[in-house]
């Protein structure tokens, strides 16, 4: 199936996304769970009224209907949270790499690496349309990164759907993310903050490689 007719998420292709489906797939369990038996509460009521009168109203039926959804929502939070910490640790990074957003384009540097920068611009002849850009991120795979971001005008937000990784560029402040790519290929994204008139066309390349390739990669950019 395309993915453009896909009901569910991009493929993972971080550890942070695949906690991300996890935990969505988890709390659907609980959400289809409750829809369930709402509407069996429901049918039940509207058919066995004389039932319903005369057994909901004890004291402890009501501590049920009040503890259950005290427990359900503890149940929910508490993945919730390992979830929104893990994106926010950043664990020995190999290397740095700030992002900064204008009106509108992107720009990077390696801080890093002798200050290599480059900006990225939209390729209006590109297919897919709207999403490939002059000028990739070049990055290696399996190796944690610091990503710094932050802009010079409005407020942007780097986004890709794929790694799991959303932070926004806001300007005069850093923001940090954890990005380590499971496996070598071509993820995009685009600004997902409405920055402007041309908002849409700020779209986002990375290109993830083997550690050993990289080196050999980078300066050529």
């Not at 935990?23 to 289809?32: E, S």
């Not at 009168?53 to 390992?82: C, G, Y």
């Not at 932070?167 to 380590?180: S, T």
């Not at 920055?195 to 050993?212: A, D, K, Q, V």
Request: charged share 15%; aromatic share 12%; net charge neutral.
């Amino acid at each position: 199936m395309p993915m453009w007719m896909s009901l569910s998420f991009q493929d993972s292709n971080s550890m942070f996304m695949e906690n991300l489906m996890f935990l969505h797939d988890q709390i659907m369990v609980f959400l289809m769970s409750i829809t369930a038996l709402i509407l069996y509460l429901m049918v039940t009521f509207y058919t066995s009224s004389f039932f319903w009168r005369k057994n909901l109203e004890h004291q402890d039926i009501e501590i049920f209907w009040t503890s259950l959804p005290a427990v359900i929502l503890t149940m929910m939070a508490t993945p919730s949270l390992k979830v929104l910490y893990f994106s926010e640790e950043v664990v020995s990074p190999s290397m740095t790499l700030k992002t900064i957003g204008h009106q509108w384009f992107w720009s990077y540097e390696y801080s890093e690496m002798k200050k290599i920068q480059f900006d990225s611009y939209m390729l209006n002849d590109s297919i897919p349309r709207l999403i490939q850009t002059n000028n990739h991120i070049v990055c290696p795979s399996k190796t944690p990164i610091r990503l710094i971001v932050t802009s010079t005008d409005v407020i942007h937000s780097w986004t890709i759907p794929s790694l799991g990784v959303k932070a926004d560029a806001i300007p005069g402040r850093l923001n940090q993310l954890f990005l380590l790519v499971s496996r070598p290929g071509i993820y995009t994204g685009q600004c997902s903050e409405i920055c402007g008139t041309n908002h849409s066309f700020m779209p986002i390349t990375l290109s993830s490689i083997p550690s050993s390739e990289f080196l050999k990669s980078i300066k050529n950019i």
